[in-house]
Structures are given as C-alpha cells and as structure tokens.
C-alpha cells in the first residue's frame, strides 16, 4: 500500500508542479492561446493563486514524507488538490469542455486514494 501512495503521490507532483508552474509563469492571454481557456473566466490573481495552489499541492504531497516532518499534511495536501479537480470539472462542465473533465476526474481519482490512504490505512 505504501508503494502504492508513493506512486501516487510521485505522479500527482509531477503533474500539478508542472501544471502550477505554468500558469504561474504566463500570464492569462498565453495561457488562453496555449489550451487553457478556463483563464478567461477568472481574474488574473485567480489565476496566479490558483497555480500557486497546485505547486504548494505537489509540495505537499511528497516532501512532508520525504522529510518525516508534518506528515499530516500529506493527506491535507491531497485533499486540497482534490477540492482544486472537482472546482476545475465543475468549471469545464458550465464551460461546455467535456473532454477536459476526464483529465479532472483521474486526478481527483488519484488525490483521492492519496488522501484515504494517508489519512488512514497506511499513514505516515
């Protein structure tokens, strides 16, 4: 199980740091051009807080295992990048992007199981 989580966990780094990385980098007209209309809908400073929101989410599921420190935040942190999926499904649901709310779903899928399992049978 613990494997398991650490895959888990591993992947949902890579792909939210990535992801936080991007939308922090680039404003929200380069997002928008590049495949990440959602930014239209929100403010700029939405937008930065919400790619801050995923770096510190793929922060927050390793390091605190990796350090043994705080590993209550493992789960926390999975949790919160749950909460961020269902708020971006919902937002491609009313913007009529359905095919994006596959992607939403598998990561809220696997943020999910990280923070059950964390928070439960095989807490750090």
């Not at 390091?63 to 942190?77: E, F, R, S």
Request: no cysteine.
């Amino acid at each position: 199980m613990h494997t398991a989580l650490w895959i888990t966990a591993s992947l949902l780094a890579l792909v939210f740091l990535a992801a936080g990385a991007v939308t922090l980098a680039n404003d929200r007209d380069w997002l928008r051009a590049n495949g990440m209309a959602w930014a239209e809908d929100f403010p700029a400073p939405a937008v930065k807080a919400i790619g801050a929101a995923e770096v510190l989410g793929a922060a927050g599921v390793v390091l605190p295992g990796l350090l043994g420190t705080a590993t209550v935040l493992v789960p926390v942190a999975a949790s919160g990048l749950a909460a961020l999926m269902l708020g971006a499904a919902l937002v491609h649901l009313r913007r009529g992007e359905r095919s994006a709310i596959a992607v939403n779903a598998a990561l809220l899928a696997l943020a999910a199981f990280t923070a059950w399992g964390r928070f439960g049978p095989a807490a750090l």
